[in-house]
């Protein structure tokens, strides 16, 4: 492991999560810090994990990562106040929705690197899906050591910018959707007659039956829900009302609309 130290610029939900995740890593604890607006959550951040929780322009001073993790709408003024104080040695990695690395280039000294990451909340549970990508004046180096950060909270991939809202439609906001088919097929479950905790437990198990198999199997998606299939079967049937209903094409205009919800955070904060 490298010696480098990591600030949490804005530990709410995803800092947090970086944070712990770092810990169960082994990332020793004086080589993290972080930042809150709110002294009640510093006191929190600090009780449950003993970091030292720092103002934003000690973070500066002090990190040599400092992980951005202040919700798009608060960049700018986080930015206003830091911006110019981030020396040229320092990385700067945003985990911001939407902004694009020119963004913080704009806001930095010339010569800043700057790399890009979507990453999801499962990475309580070391699952999470972390896309990395390169900004300006970010080498491979710098690439590196974002995934050395990034890979003990799941797995890694790294790809080009460009590609990041869709990566945030897809991964960054997909616990969401999940979540949501589990809570609307557990209504199902009761609608049939069985008791919630009943439904809850069948369905989860189910959801992480069928993820564990998705990933381990190296089956097409396709060929798994034709194993489950019967010609005439309960299955198929059940099928056809999702396809009458338009779930795919809902899932389609969804990943759409959250695409386009990453673009429109990028022009209002532009
Ligand atoms: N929640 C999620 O599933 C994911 C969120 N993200 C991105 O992560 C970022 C953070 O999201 P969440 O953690 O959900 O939001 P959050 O609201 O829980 O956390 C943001 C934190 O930043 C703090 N903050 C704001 N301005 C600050 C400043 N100037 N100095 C210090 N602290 C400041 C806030 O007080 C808050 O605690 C967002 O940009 C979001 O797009 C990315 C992937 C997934
Ligand atoms: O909903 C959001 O904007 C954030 C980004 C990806 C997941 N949550």
């Not at 002090?62 to 104080?85: F, N, Y």
């Not at 180096?141 to 869709?166: I, N, W």
């Amino acid at each position: 492991m490298n010696d480098k130290t990591v600030a949490v610029i804005g530990a709410g939900k995803i800092g947090e999560l970086m944070l712990s995740g770092l810990l169960r890593a082994g990332w020793p604890v004086d080589r993290l810090l972080a930042t809150s607006r709110r002294p009640e959550r510093a006191e929190e951040l600090r009780q449950r994990y003993g970091v030292r929780v720092v103002d934003n322009l000690t973070a500066v001073a002090e990190a040599d990562v400092l992980a951005i993790s202040v919700k798009p709408q608060d960049a700018a003024t986080l930015l206003a106040d830091i911006g110019p104080k981030v020396p040229r040695d320092k990385l700067v990695i945003s985990l911001c929705a939407g902004l694009p690395t020119s963004f913080f280039a704009k806001r930095l000294q010339d010569g800043v690197p700057i790399v890009r990451v979507m990453t999801n909340t499962p990475a309580l549970v070391d699952e999470a899906m972390t896309a990395i990508s390169a900004g300006p004046h970010a080498t491979a180096a710098h690439l590196s050591l974002a995934e050395e950060m990034f890979k003990p909270l799941g797995v890694t991939l790294r790809v080009p910018e460009s590609q990041q809202d869709a990566v945030t439609a897809l991964s960054g906001s997909g616990p969401a959707y999940f979540y949501l088919l589990v809570e609307a097929m557990v209504d199902a479950g009761i609608l049939l007659g069985l008791p919630r905790q009943v439904a809850h437990d069948l369905i989860v198990q189910t959801a992480i039956g069928s993820a564990v198999m998705l990933r381990d199997s190296g089956e097409h998606p396709v060929k798994l829900r034709e194993a489950v299939t019967s010609p005439a079967g309960t299955t198929i049937s059940a099928i056809r009302e999702l396809e009458n209903h338009g779930v795919r094409a809902a899932l389609l205009a969804a990943l759409e609309a959250a695409r386009d919800r990453a673009r429109e955070l990028a022009e209002q904060n532009a």
